[in-house]
């Protein structure tokens, strides 16, 4: 099999258009991980699957897979083979696979023979560096909003989704697809006869991920854990999230604080009123005590200050955020 460079999303990946027949897919969206398997698996009629498809999870070593590579199907045909959790611990020092030199040639000889009517299918595993020039990379990472606000209504199809739900949607999903696609068969179910998705199903029914873990951040400021604090922004930065939504939902949440902390209404009221559950009230009101009324007032008015600077463009988004993060913990 000849060396390839290539590296397509997996929102790309066209089964009929593919360009070899080794893909390691990467990246930890497991839906898409599980779109680009389907299509591949699609190249077998369903009544062969059982014969012609050989799945490897948690192998040690390469061996442990190599007769399926020189073995044919019972039907003949295409053969597909899948390896999953390949690998040992990776080299603190070259960030390679620590596998023994006979095992990369046993690897190496299977992709440069690999067939035309075999298919390898790698995921979970740490490949050796010198062995992924025999693959076709597709990347199964979480998409950013937009591509992902332009996908979902396709599935929801012949039905509809309006604007705000379909943004709510996917940001209370924290841009996983397959919790994205397990929420939309949650909100077809409810909506029966309904032709829309509107943004108060998609409030009522879907959990907001994101906003869980902004509580984290708040209570984690109020403990003055400034580890644990910058550690949870940082996730959210790495995982791609719009600082404009983290600046937001840090205004919701500290504005949810300090009216916890001024309301006389007990824990069932004020839920009701906030249309929060009463867990909620109960946390927000213990979580508000460690920073008093003052503070919660002064990180309130720093964070709205902070949302006026980015809206009116005296800073940009990046920047009103980390400066008022670096304001919270330092109160």
Request: charged fraction near 30%; hydrophobic fraction near 40%.
């Amino acid at each position: 099999m000849k060396e390839t460079k290539n590296v397509l999303k997996a929102i790309d990946f066209k089964v009929e258009e593919r360009l070899g027949n080794a893909f390691l897919l990467s990246g930890d969206d497991v839906y898409w991980r599980d779109y680009v398997i389907k299509n591949l698996l699609s190249l077998l009629p369903e009544t062969e699957r059982e014969f012609n498809y050989r799945s490897f999870s948690d192998i040690k070593s390469i061996e442990e897979a190599e007769s399926a590579f020189s073995s044919m199907g019972f039907f003949g045909g295409m053969n597909i083979v899948s390896i999953s959790g390949y690998g040992a611990k990776k080299s603190a020092s070259k960030g390679e696979s620590k596998v023994s030199d006979k095992e990369k040639r046993i690897f190496e000889d299977i992709l440069e023979n690999l067939g035309e009517s075999t298919i390898l299918i790698v995921y979970n595993s740490n490949i050796p560096l010198s062995l992924k020039k025999y693959f076709i990379e597709v990347d199964c990472g979480k998409l950013d909003a937009i591509t992902l606000r332009s996908y979902v209504p396709k599935l929801i199809a012949p039905k509809k989704i309006d604007g705000n739900a379909l943004y709510t949607l996917v940001e209370n999903c924290n841009r996983d697809m397959a919790q994205i696609d397990n929420e939309i068969k949650k909100l077809k179910a409810y909506m029966d006869a309904k032709q829309v998705i509107t943004l108060e199903m998609v409030e009522s029914l879907v959990a907001n991920t994101v906003e869980n873990e902004i509580f984290e951040l708040a209570n984690a400021i109020a403990e003055k854990n400034k580890l644990k604090a910058a550690n949870l922004f940082d996730k959210f930065v790495a995982r791609g999230i719009d600082f404009s939504y983290i600046l937001s939902s840090l205004v919701s949440q500290y504005r949810r604080l300090l009216h916890c902390a001024l309301s006389k209404k007990s824990d069932k009221e004020l839920a009701e009123a906030l249309k929060i559950k009463e867990f909620a009230v109960k946390k927000s009101r213990e979580t508000a005590a460690k920073y008093g009324k003052a503070t919660l007032k002064s990180c309130l008015d720093e964070l709205v200050d902070a949302e006026f600077n980015f809206k009116s463009g005296v800073m940009v988004d990046e920047t009103a955020v980390r400066t008022v993060m670096a304001k919270l913990m330092a109160k």
